[in-house]
């Protein structure tokens, strides 16, 4: 993608570098999720990385499902995650892979480290091994099994995949370092019997790899160069290293990088499908998920996302990422694209008293300052409108520049009105408000001169339609709401207020809105046609973001 053409970080360093010394001639990355949940966010960042560095570089990069372990795993998951690479902009062409085509070879690869006295059956029970393993400052003991002779290994072995163990009666170990400081390589587990089905591979194994043992050799067998994941992985790579040396294959090399956390939001995949089990959240697409659909469905596009994870970058440095930033992304897109709108979110009647019954007026709107292209539509004017309640105020503080008894404000596209009062009903609710205009202003300037500060957006009440808005916020309220104390829900933390439903007034052409589209309300927000819910000439609007930018107004911007 063009964008990346200058992006810099400390992994695009080491592949330039690769390449300059003719360590490698074409750079092969890949992108391997697990299909035990949807992508997120952060899986977006770890996507435009790999595929970016393919792009820049001139290489290719792989999706690879890293399917070792169907307990978790579906084929709805499989197909959301194909949907959502491809819909932020990436495409692997035949480089479809899945880990669990290579079981055979893994399984052959297993077996030769058993001939090299390298693994062994172990039969102690998970707690056993658990207690056997020691803690990291204290070697562990070894396994009565470990000394297990080969052939005894590699028979148990066969007959594991042969389906005449229950599950857990036997896994096969690596034979590394019980003594080392580094858990991970205490005889770590490479296989383990579990019966069942796998999404992909269906029926035909019981014994599966584990990650450790899998995650190398598939990325070994595709000879990817740079093995690029985040940094937990750090203390794992020893062992990624170990296998790859003992086997004598392929060596690609392993680069950790900080994974993105977000603040306001959950990005684990436990906590993520907890919310969609319990039905906190509609789905893993609801528009308040940090997911893709979610984000997709909110009305963010491709570029948004793309431009947020080259802003964010890429460094060893563990940190939270404000959310604010992700939501300057899509603002600074859709101010320069989407089309301005008039809409009332919540209407209060304004009557203009000297303005004639029946009487229409056709005003100009601008479609977009930020592009003259766009031009501009015709907008119905009369003499009974709807305001926003929010812009009158019957005793106004100082600085409130909208309307008040007595005050001038602006309509916008129209002309300058001036309050002369207000009605109430019993319970002293505001039900109306009344006002008079001057013809001379028409356009929004007075030819005296004077000064007029606010300008206020409105809807015609004959002309207007209504259209169902959902006003989506934040779905937690604290900035880390997955930072909970021992034995605390996460979801204690959920805001009330992340989905509130109206029917607004819009003008016409926000009914009239194709499916898909995003639109400017002035001075509310951004907001998209949810491309599901939303009929033909019946839009079903999700607010994107508020119009206020607080990643911008932070920088001073
Ligand atoms: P889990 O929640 O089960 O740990 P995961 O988020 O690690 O799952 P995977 O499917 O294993 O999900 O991830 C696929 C790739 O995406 C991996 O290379 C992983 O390092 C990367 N990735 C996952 N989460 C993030 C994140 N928050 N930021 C950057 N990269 C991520
Ligand atoms: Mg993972």
């Not at 709107?365 to 766009?374: H, L, Q």
């Not at 009158?392 to 129209?414: A, D, Q, S, T």
């Not at 009914?511 to 001075?523: D, N, T, W, Y």
Request: aromatic share 10%.
């Amino acid at each position: 993608m063009s964008e990346n053409a200058e992006l810099s970080d400390f992994i695009r360093d080491i592949v330039r570098e690769d390449l300059k010394t003719g360590k490698h001639s074409e750079i092969v990355t890949r992108f391997p999720p697990e299909p035990n949940g949807y992508l997120h966010i952060g899986h977006a960042k770890s996507i435009c990385l790999n595929f970016g560095i393919a792009a820049q570089f001139g290489g290719r990069c792989h999706l690879r499902f890293d399917d070792t372990n169907p307990v978790k795993e579906d084929q709805e998951y499989i197909d959301a995650i194909i949907e959502d690479v491809r819909w932020l902009g990436f495409n692997w062409g035949e480089h479809l892979y899945y880990a669990s085509d290579y079981f055979e070879q893994m399984y052959e690869w297993a077996l030769a480290l058993i001939r090299k006295d390298n693994a062994y059956v172990c039969t102690l029970s998970p707690e056993e091994f658990k207690d056997y393993r020691g803690v990291p400052n204290r070697p562990g003991r070894e396994s009565p099994w470990r000394n297990r002779a080969v052939e005894e290994s590699e028979d148990l072995f066969k007959r594991m995949r042969a389906g005449e163990f229950a599950d857990g009666q036997y896994v096969l170990r690596a034979k590394i370092d019980m003594a080392s400081p580094n858990l991970h390589m205490r005889d770590p587990v490479i296989y383990r019997i579990k019966h069942a089905s796998h999404p992909h591979a269906g029926d035909k194994w019981c014994i599966y790899p584990t990650y450790d043992f899998a995650h190398g050799l598939e990325d070994s067998i595709e000879k990817i160069t740079h093995s690029i994941c985040t940094l937990e992985f750090e203390v794992h790579r020893p062992l990624y290293d170990w296998f790859l040396k003992a086997l004598a294959v392929y060596h690609p090399r392993q680069i950790e990088f900080a994974r993105l956390n977000l603040s306001y939001t959950v990005m684990s995949k436990r906590m993520l499908l907890e919310l969609v089990r319990d039905g906190i959240v509609n789905g893993w697409d609801d528009p308040r998920m940090p997911t893709i659909a979610g984000l997709r469905r909110r009305g963010y596009t491709p570029e948004a996302i793309r431009a947020f994870c080259a802003a964010i970058g890429v460094t060893k440095y563990n940190g939270i990422t404000d959310i604010a930033l992700l939501e300057h992304c899509i603002r600074d897109e859709l101010n320069r694209t989407a089309a301005r709108r008039m809409a009332v979110l919540n209407p209060l009647k304004l009557v203009i008293e000297n303005y004639p019954e029946g009487q229409v007026d056709e005003l100009e709107g601008i479609n977009n300052p930020e592009d003259p292209s766009a031009g501009s539509r015709k907008i119905s004017f009369s003499r009974e409108l709807y305001i926003e309640r929010d812009d009158f105020m019957e005793e106004p503080p100082k600085k409130f520049f909208r309307m008040g008894p007595g005050r001038e404000v602006r309509l916008r596209y129209g002309y300058l009105v001036q309050c002369t009062g207000f009605e109430k009903d019993a319970q002293g609710n505001i039900t109306e408000v009344r006002c008079t205009y001057d013809p001379e202003t028409r356009g929004g300037n007075a030819p005296d001169g004077r000064k007029v500060k606010g300008t206020i957006h409105w809807v015609s009440a004959a002309h207007a339609q209504r259209c169902r808005v959902r006003l989506y916020d934040r779905l937690f309220n604290v900035e880390r709401p997955a930072d909970v104390e021992q034995g605390e829900d996460f979801k204690q933390h959920l805001n009330p207020d992340s989905i509130g439903e109206i029917e607004a007034l819009v003008e016409p052409a926000v009914a009239a809105v194709e499916p898909g589209s995003r639109l400017q309300f002035e001075r509310l927000g951004y907001f998209y046609a949810d491309h599901i819910d939303s009929q033909p000439d019946a839009p079903v609007f999700n607010r994107i973001v508020p119009l206020k930018d607080a990643w911008a107004k932070k920088r001073g911007g």
